[in-house]
Structures are given as C-alpha cells and as structure tokens.
C-alpha cells in the first residue's frame, strides 16, 4: 500500500519540479525578450500582460501544490464504527469511539509539521493549537465540551508514527448521517475536495434510506464519486452456521451493488463495483495490529493470533481494502489534484511555444526585411562608387580642358586688349609737365594705374562671363569663380621705360634713315664660312654697321656735308637751296608747333609702343595664370564635390554597418529564441511523460 500512497508524493514532486522550472523558464523569457530591442514593435502590451499573467498564475499554483494531499471522507450511521475504521487504518486509536453517538463533529486527521507534536485545531480559531489530550472532550458526543455537528476539528498527527499520514493522506470522520442535519451544507463545506467516500455500513443490520440519501446528494454533485463500502463488524457474523454466513455476505453484497449501480449509476460495470464492497471488521483489525506493535511480531507469526472463526480471512479482506484503497485514492488524487494542473501548464507552454513562434517569425521576416535593405544599399554603395570614379575621372580631364580653353581664351583677349591700349591711353586725361622729371613720373603713374583698371577689369569680366556656363556645366553645386585676377603692374612694366621729349625734325637724316631702315627687309643670309678664325659675314656686315652708325646720327656733320654734296650734283645747287628753304619752313613749323600737348602725345606713343611690347611679352604667363587660377579654383570645387561624396559614401557605409549590425542582433535573438523554444520543448515533454505516467486516460 505505502509503494502505491508514495506514487502521489512522487508525483506532487515532479509537477512542482515541473511548475518550477517553468516559472523560472518564464521569467527568462520575460528578461531575454526585455533585453532584444529588436523585439520592441513585435513585443505588444497583450504580449507582456500574457507572460506576466502566466509568471503570476504559476507563482499562486506552487505553493497550492505544496499542500495538495489525497482526501479520503468515511460517511455513515451513527455508531457504525467509522473511527474504529480510520483508527484500524492509522494502526493506533486516535479518534474517541465507543457505542452509540460517539463523533460530535467532522474530524480531519492529517500529518504535523516535521517540528510539530501532535495536537488538534479548530477551524476558524486563528491556528490556535490545543494540546491532543483535548481531542476526546472536543470531538466526543459523551463530553460536555463536544462541538457542534458543523464544525470541523483538525487532528494533527506526526507523520513518523503513521505511514498513511506520511504518504500526504487526510481522514475525514463525520458524525452520523441521521444526526446530521443539513447534509448539503456539510457536503458543501467539508466533503466535496475528498478523493474517494468510505460508507461504513452495519453488518448486522441494513442500509437505511438516510445513508442512500446521503450518497444521491454526493453522486448529484460530484460526477462520479469514488464509493467505497465496508460492512463493518462482520465479525459478528462468524457465530452463523457457514451457509447462513453466506447467505447473508450475498444479500449485503447485492444491496450494495444495487446501490453503486442501479441507484448512484457510479460505476458501470458490476465487476468494477464488486471490487468496492468489503466485509470487515476494523476493531478486530485495531487490536491485531496494535498487538502487533507491542509484541513486535513477524508477519509470519500473525496466523497464530487469529483466535476467533474466520478472522484471518476478515483481516485479509481488510488489507484487500486498504490496497484497493491506495489504488483508487492515489489514482483519484492524480486526477483531481494534478489533472486540472497539468493541463493549465500544458495550456501556458502551448502559449508560451505559439508566442515564441510568433516572435521568431516576425525576427525572421524582420532579418529578411533588412536585408533586402542591406542588399539594395550595398548595390547603392557599388553604384555610388562607380560613379564617383567615373565622375571624378571625367571632372579631372573636363578641368584640364578648361584650363587649356582658358588659356587660351584669355590669351586672345589679352591680345585684343593690347590692341585696344592706344585708345585707353588716348582716354587719360592728367595735367602734363613735361619740364619738371617729378611731375612726369606722377603722370606716369596715373597713366599706370588708369591702364590697369581699364585692362584687366575688362579682361577679367569677359573671361569670367564666357567661362560661366562651361563651369556651371563641369559643377552645378559648385561655386563660380566670382572673380578672376590678374595683377597688371604697369610700373613694374615701365619701370625700364625713358621718354624722349626732345625735338626731332620728322624730315631730319636720322627720322629718313629710320623709315628707311624700318622698310628694307632683312638680307637672308648665308651660313658662315670659317675665314682665319673669324666669320665671313662678320667680315661683310662691319662696314655696313658702320656706315648706318655714321648716318644715323643727327649732329654728324659728315653725313650732312656728303649727302648735301651729292644732292648738289644731282639737282643742283638752286633746287638744293628751294628745297632748303622748304625743309627749313617745316623744321620751323614743327618745332613751333613743339608745345606740351604735343609732347604728351608723343610721350603717349612712347608709353603705348613700350606697353604693348612688354605686354606681349607677358601674354604667355598671364594667360596662364588665368588657366592656373582656373584650375586651382576648380580643383577646389572639384575637391569639395569629392568631400560630399565621401560623406555620401560615408552615410552608406555607415547605414551597411547599421543594417549588418542589426543583423548580428536579430540573429542572436533568434539564437536565443531558438534556446528557449527548446528549453520549452524539454518542459513539454516532461509534461508528457508526468501524464503519460500518472495521467494515462486523458491526453495533454
């Protein structure tokens, strides 16, 4: 009996074990999925609210198994022996029984505290403990002290003196069925937990219609109520001849059938209900027993203490009973006390698996989400590259081109500006001095600066203009070149330059020879011949050189005496003195006419003739450093589009990094989902194996 009893202690341990483990199951859950913040728009407040229920509900259901235990309720007439039952079973008298009304109240024997004595409480008396020795005044009828028929008197009994309390057992003795009144009442309160009923009947006389009633209220309430039913004192049955003894077994038998099948409809199959109807006597069995306890005896010497006819056989149907007993209560109490349990966690694990799911698939299609946006942004990122490669390459020979177009744009108007320059310098309008060399440099100056702001700001304002729409074109986003600059520097230019203001006879020998020199192309001349260590043409052109040095001179009275002795002999010495006379009126018209005016224009010439050589000198440089200016400006504007693109690229590379990280993140939540899934699938199957163990007929 104790191996069966200890199948329900076993059995409690491992659901609790198993409500345990899924309480702490559930708070990792609850912490793991606290900690994914990837899972904060998957994870809603019903979500939360059902895992915190279930942590809640769980943490109420353990310590309710904890104090689950197998009930057992003995119903009966008075005075039909139902302590001496529960006394024979505890192996000890316990309970007060006598003859007649004896139990006053229901008392509920059940095991104390592991620290605890025995001793006994009354319900709603704020666990007041009461010594044990209280036990018969409280719970007899023959006592003054004796409670009410309604109240209930817990009897606390150490477990290590009885093995049926150790096995988490609890009697239930009531007071007679035909004193008690109100029995739905008492049904209600007390009885309706109770695993299996024990009707205790009168051997020696017959069922009566209370007892029937009784058990009709019972099978009403409770679908199916394990009954058992002892013909208790059958003892008295052993002074009938053999036959009667028989006679009378069969007639108590089929009442009871009667009852269990017929009437109650509580078990189907007569069989079934056979195997609930015995034939004891537990006084008999008492007095064995506690013989037993104080002799010490073997179990094999127990034969020689049966004295009376027939009381070997009653004590074997005894322990018959008590087998049957643990069989039922512990198959009972599986059922009532785990049955509803284990199917709530069953309930909770389903959920809890289908909420699992629910959150792996949204992290799966969440990964599939991001990256489908890894690999369109890594096609961008590619993308982005090859255009910033094949824009930079295409902005680095654009920006070379221009450069070369500005050069020489701005070489062609420089060139053109050089032409203008006579008329810029005919525009200046300055008070001219000639006589005094301080004011001449003054006017010089102005002259200068006048030049450079009328020059350069028209070439700089031209060039920018025609190189607008090119830049524009090469860089929408960059700046134009707002300004070019050149610095014209007409002193640094003129800095070697020394006017000629003195008088010069236009028809003098020197101004003819000038014109002359001016209109006779240049000799071609043939390669030089070694000659005595010297050059040939050397040898040829020195008298040449000399003769023009000679006549080049304007006080070489030489020159004048033999150009006016050949024209003597040529014209004559009257068309030589006519035309004397006519050079001489123009030499004294033109030095009449010598006034300052005339030498600011002639200062002018001078100064434009000067200018403009030099500035053709410098057409090459300045028209490169426009195309430098150009260049660097936009090399500038090529760099800072270089720079937007980097931080463009960086952007990419940035939100790649974002989205692989996330990636990272939701593969480990996925890891940890996919532990905890089978963590839960592990609770599952003990699950299983806990029903398929103690629960066999139903399916989780």
């Known amino acids: 009996m104790s191996t069966m009893l200890s199948e329900f202690g076993q059995a409690k341990l491992e659901l609790l074990n198993i409500y345990e483990d899924m309480a702490s199951h559930l708070q990792l859950v609850a912490a793991e999925l606290q900690d994914m913040p990837g899972l904060k728009d998957l994870l809603n407040k019903r979500i939360r609210d059902q895992l915190l229920a279930c942590i809640q509900r769980i943490k109420a259901i353990c310590p309710m198994l904890q104090r689950k235990r197998m009930k057992v309720a003995f119903f009966g007439r008075t005075s039909n022996g139902k302590s001496a039952v529960i006394n024979a079973m505890l192996h000890e008298r316990i309970l007060p029984s006598a003859m007649g009304h004896t139990t006053s109240c229901f008392c509920q024997v059940e095991a104390s505290g592991r620290q605890e004595s025995a001793h006994v409480m009354i319900e709603d008396s704020d666990g007041q403990k009461l010594s044990i020795d209280c036990l018969r005044d409280l719970a007899s009828a023959h006592s003054g002290r004796a409670l009410s028929a309604h109240s209930l008197l817990r009897v606390r009994w150490p ?41 205790v009947l009168n051997a020696e006389s017959t069922m009566s219609r209370v007892e029937r009633q009784f058990f009709g209220i019972v099978a009403q309430q409770l679908s ?26 069969a ?147 654009q920006v070379d081109q221009l450069s070369e177009q500005t050069i020489k744009l701005a070489a062609q108007l420089l060139q053109e500006q050089i032409l203008r320059l006579p008329l810029a310098v005919q525009q200046f309008r300055q008070n001219f001095q000639p006589q005094l060399q301080r004011e001449l440099r003054h006017y010089q100056r102005l002259l200068g600066v006048h030049l450079e702001q009328q020059l ?87 008298p040449a050189s000399d003769t023009w040095r000679l006549l080049d001179s304007d006080n070489s009275t030489g020159a004048m005496l033999l150009l006016s002795g050949v024209l003597a002999r040529v014209l004559g010495w009257r068309l030589l003195l006519a035309l004397g006379a006519i050079a001489g009126s123009f030499y004294a018209y033109e030095l009449v006419t010598w006034t300052p005016r005339a030498q600011e224009r002639s200062f002018k010439a001078q100064y434009t003739r000067h200018l403009q050589r030099r500035l053709r000198e410098g057409v090459p440089q300045t028209a490169a450093g426009f195309g430098q200016q150009v260049r660097q400006q936009l090399t500038r504007s090529l760099q800072q589009l270089q720079l937007e693109m980097e931080h463009k690229r960086g952007e990419l590379n940035e939100q790649l990094t974002g989205l692989a990280d996330q990636l990272a993140l939701l593969e480990t939540h996925q890891e940890k989902l996919r532990t905890l899934q089978a963590r839960g699938g592990e609770l599952r199957q003990r699950l299983k194996a806990f029903q398929l163990r103690y629960l066999p007929v139903h399916d989780i």
Request: hydrophobic content about 40%; aromatic content about 6%; glycine content about 4%.
């Open 224 to 249: 199916r109520p394990n009954l058992f039913i002892l013909n208790n004192r059958w003892d008295a049955a052993a002074t009938l001849e053999p036959h009667l003894e028989q006679l009378v077994r």
């Open 159 to 199: 477990s290590s003196s009885c093995g049926l309390l150790a096995h988490d057992v609890v009697l239930l003795d009531t007071p007679g069925v035909d004193v008690t009144a109100q029995l739905d009442e008492c049904i209600d309160r007390h009885c309706l937990n109770a695993d299996v009923f024990v009707l």
């Open 251 to 397: 007639q108590h038998t089929q009442r009871c059938l009667q009852l269990l099948v017929e009437e109650l409809g509580i078990y189907a199959n007569v069989e079934l209900a056979r195997r609930r109807i015995f034939h004891v006597s537990a006084l008999e069995t008492l007095r064995l027993r506690q013989q037993q306890q104080q002799q010490q005896q073997p179990q094999k010497e127990e034969e020689r203490r049966f004295g009376a006819p027939g009381a070997q056989q009653r004590y074997e149907e005894f322990l018959s009973f008590e087998r049957e007993f643990a069989a039922c209560i512990t198959q009972s109490a599986l059922r009532t006390k785990f049955e509803q349990h284990c199917a709530g966690a069953a309930e909770m694990l389903l959920q809890l698996h289908e909420l699992l799911q629910q959150l792996a698939a949204g992290l799966v299609q969440l990964g599939a989400e991001k990256t489908a946006a890894k690999a369109a942004l890594a096609t961008s990122y590619e993308c982005l590259e090859t255009q910033i490669m094949q824009r930079q390459q295409e902005l680095c020979l």
């Open 456 to 542: 350069m700001q028209q070439v700089e304002a031209q060039l920018g203009q025609l190189l607008q729409q090119q830049v524009l074109q090469l860089s929408p986003t960059s700046e134009l070149p707002v300004q070019l600059y050149c610095a014209l520097d007409c002193q640094q230019l003129m800095s070697n330059f020394q006017a000629d203001l003195e008088f010069r006879f236009s028809w003098g020998m020197a101004a003819i020879m000038k014109r002359i020199q001016d209109k006779m192309p240049l000799p071609l001349l043939a390669p030089p011949k070694q000659l005595n260590g010297m050059h040939e043409e050397h040898l040829k052109l020195k």
